[in-house]
């Protein structure tokens, strides 16, 4: 079985800033988006692009997963970011704007065998998350709501409760498909309490991770995304009872007077291979 590999936090960088390419290879994120897009002025396009490359080639990033965001299929620069992302050693292509299944297919046909991660940020791509997310290729699915919350007119506020219908419709596109998951950004830097709150909500959605704007965000994300040690213990306690009932031939097992069935078993063998792939269990 190929290890679980964690991605808790997927940090933006522009591939513009030189210094924040260099700082990204101290930063504790699983995963570095390389950015194409948004955070990159018009008249540096061409040389984000070169420089996101250039960083995927080196060896500085890793261990980290290295993504590349590219600017959206309608743009004058996606077919030069894609054919370049597409021949470069990044592991991932991020793409932007993607509002239904044919955006999808062509993001696919053009990353050169890459998986693609697709930006989930209009009405439209709401209503077609699941046959975007149910694409051949298509390995993740990642909120945009500041651009969603603008499309629709709505005022998200601290709590995100007019979000939770798009929130929820991306989370269960992606597990139908058996893809990714990853909830948008926290845009306020000045509010660390906030940032809690908001980041174990989507750990209560069933994200997998949180994108992430400011290496500061990384320690709370990481952290929220990680199982505690009580919960490790418990799903080593209920992987035992079920294999212990199995070995006695019962055909139901018990934990702390609760029936565990083998979906109990799944989950708790799910927490135990995240729990080893960021180190806190061997």
């Known amino acids: 079985m190929t290890p679980l590999r964690p991605r808790r936090s997927v940090l933006y960088l522009p591939a513009s800033n030189p210094r924040a390419l260099a700082k990204a290879a101290t930063l504790p994120a699983d995963v570095l988006i390389l950015d194409l897009e948004d955070s990159v002025p ?3 396009k061409d040389e984000a692009r070169r420089a996101a490359v250039a960083a995927a080639e080196g060896g500085a990033l890793r261990p980290r ?3 590349i965001r590219v600017n959206g299929l309608a743009t004058p620069e996606a077919a030069e970011d894609l054919a370049a992302v597409a021949a470069s050693r ?5 793409v932007p704007k993607v509002e239904g299944p044919e955006d999808a297919a062509r993001a696919v046909a053009l990353a050169g065998g890459k998986p693609v991660w697709v930006l989930i940020e209009t009405p439209r791509a709401v209503l077609q998350a699941a046959a975007i997310a149910a694409t051949p290729g298509i390995a993740g699915l990642v909120a945009g709501f500041a651009d ?3 499309d629709l007119r709505l005022k998200a506020g601290r709590d995100r409760t007019p979000l939770f219908h798009a929130m929820s419709v991306i989370v269960t596109a992606a597990r139908a498909a058996g893809i990714l998951a990853f909830d948008g950004v926290f845009v306020h830097l000045d509010d660390p309490a906030g ?10 959605f069933g994200f997998d991770g949180k994108t992430c704007i400011h290496p500061t965000q990384l320690e709370t994300v990481n952290r929220a995304f990680s199982p505690s040690p009580d919960e490790v213990a418990e799903a080593r306690a209920i992987v035992a009872a079920f294999e212990a009932a199995r070995a006695e031939g019962r055909g139901v097992a018990t934990h702390r007077g ?5 979906l109990h078993v799944a989950e708790a063998q799910r927490v135990l291979a995240v729990a080893r792939a960021i180190g806190l269990s061997s």
């Open 90 to 94: 990044c592991d991932v292509v991020v």
């Open 195 to 204: 940032l809690e709150a908001e980041t174990a909500q989507a750990v209560a």
């Open 148 to 150: 969603l919350a603008k």
């Open 65 to 67: 997963e290295v993504a």
């Open 258 to 262: 609760r029936v565990v069935e083998a």
């Open 42 to 44: 018009p008249e540096a």
